[in-house]
């Protein structure tokens, strides 16, 4: 097989034409397909829908403390789902903090508050003027918007197969007293699909922060999501509450977590987990903004997983529902880009992404060639802060909501827009 980099003028011209006849294939079927975003797929929804069964008129509306969940109060969630949230973040139940439906909301709200009133008596990071966030790159969009919406300089960070470079990261935090946090989703990473290796995890819990107030922001939103039974092909990562006290920095560390991608997104049950001391800062500023949190979605949860066992069980009826989409996605990409050099894809183990990176200078041709045949991508650049891609060679593709046979299609129509948009760049320079 002659590569495309190999060829000359005339064979690439060649190729543009027969890969312009297929794109029209393609075209010339109207395709309304959208691999854009991690939402779950209806049949995955449809599986929760029990859930809605578990309490009715009839039931009792009392938590395990005695507390009537149909009234006010109960500041940081009930005790069952503090245990149930606890089990997900593999931390313990007097660690957790239990919110509302989006851990997302719970990170804009910890950053709002740092901008305006510090962090455990540290200076408003509004007054600073310069406050910076680390952003491992790849990594996930609505983390960066976040940051930019408060005027947080973001400093990109490269993610490596165990984590982010910690060499950097160590350097920034370290170093810089601007630097205030860094954005972290420790395993299945979106969209790298990277788990944090041992070593990362402990590189993280000994930082030695230039800032006080400094705070890792642990994003773990795919703790249990694996695509694989066996628990070989599972990943594990050490649990860095515990590793950051061991390492004498208790305070360090927020953990966040929901069961977006375990029930209903949009109507689960988002949590916290970190030190006592940060619990009693938060709780604190949390009774000024509500009475509680909704409690009979979170007996809800509770009653109809009834423990971690049910969770892990649920898991795996998810894993059999996206297995095979990944698996179609992967399959596709080999048979069709296997050998041609012109991309890299990850293999992950769980999580919603899989992540391509085209030649440089591509990937943005690719998704506008991809959209205009009717299949919707992430847009190009988004997996980076302000949306800037330096390589412009980063594609998340989210596997989740199409069925495998549309899931096919468009994944076959993406490789052909990736050799396209390879030929044609490589045409700007014969
Ligand atoms: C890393 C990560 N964190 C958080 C979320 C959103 O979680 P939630 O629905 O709890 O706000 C997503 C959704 O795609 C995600 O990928």
Redesign the pocket.
């Known amino acids: 097989m002659k590569l495309y980099h190999e060829m000359s003028k005339t064979e690439l011209l060649e190729q543009k034409e027969f890969l312009l006849k297929k794109y029209k294939e393609f075209k010339d079927c109207h395709l309304d397909l959208n691999m854009a975003?991690?939402k779950p797929a209806p049949a995955q929804l449809d599986m929760t829908m029990g859930m809605l069964d578990v309490l009715s008129s009839n039931s009792r509306l009392v938590d395990e403390d005695g507390i009537d969940c149909r009234n006010y109060g109960t500041l940081d969630g009930i005790p069952e789902a503090k245990k149930m949230m606890a089990a997900i973040m593999d931390v313990s139940p007097d660690q957790v903090i239990i919110y509302g439906?989006?851990?997302?909301?719970i990170m804009y709200d910890t950053i709002a508050r740092s901008m305006t009133h510090g962090v455990m008596g540290s200076n408003p990071w509004y007054k600073l003027g310069d406050a910076k966030f680390l952003c491992p790159v790849p990594g996930?969009d609505?983390?960066f918007a976040i940051t930019e919406f408060f005027g947080i300089d973001m400093i990109p960070i490269p993610m490596t197969p165990t984590g982010p470079d910690m060499d950097l990261v160590e350097h920034y935090v370290n170093n810089d007293s601007s630097v205030k946090g860094i954005w972290c989703?420790p395993k299945y990473s979106?969209p790298s699909g990277v788990s944090y290796s041992d070593e990362t995890v402990r590189r993280f819990a000994h930082l030695k922060p230039a800032a006080t107030g400094f705070r890792i922001f642990w994003?773990n939103?795919?703790s249990v999501h694996h695509l694989y039974k066996e628990e070989d092909k599972q990943d594990k990562i050490l649990n860095i509450l515990e590793e950051c006290e061991k390492a004498g920095n208790p305070d360090i560390v927020y953990e966040?977590a929901?069961t977006?991608?375990i029930t209903f997104?949009?109507a689960?049950v988002?949590a916290m987990a970190t030190s006592k001391a940060n619990i009693d800062f938060i709780e604190k500023q949390m009774t000024v903004q509500t009475i509680g949190h909704d409690k009979i979605n979170q007996l809800r949860h509770a009653r109809y997983f009834k423990d971690f066992d049910g969770i892990k069980v649920h898991m795996m009826k998810h894993a059999d529902i996206m297995r095979p989409k990944f698996e179609a996605v992967l399959e596709i990409l080999e048979e069709e880009l296997g050998g041609w050099e012109i991309g890299t894809w990850s293999h992950p183990r769980g999580g919603?992404f899989i992540s391509f990176d085209s030649m440089e200078g591509c990937a943005k041709e690719i998704v506008r060639l991809a959209k205009e045949a009717g299949v919707v991508m992430t847009g190009a650049g988004s997996t980076f802060p302000y949306g800037i891609d330096p390589k412009d060679s980063n594609i998340r593709i989210a596997p989740s909501y199409p069925t495998p046979d549309e899931l096919r299609t468009a994944v076959s129509l993406f490789t052909v827009c990736v050799k396209l948009a390879t030929v044609n760049k490589l045409l700007e320079t014969k």
């Open positions: 975003r991690g439906n989006a851990s997302l909301n996930y609505r983390h989703v979106n994003d939103a795919y966040f929901s977006s991608k997104s949009g689960g988002a919603y």
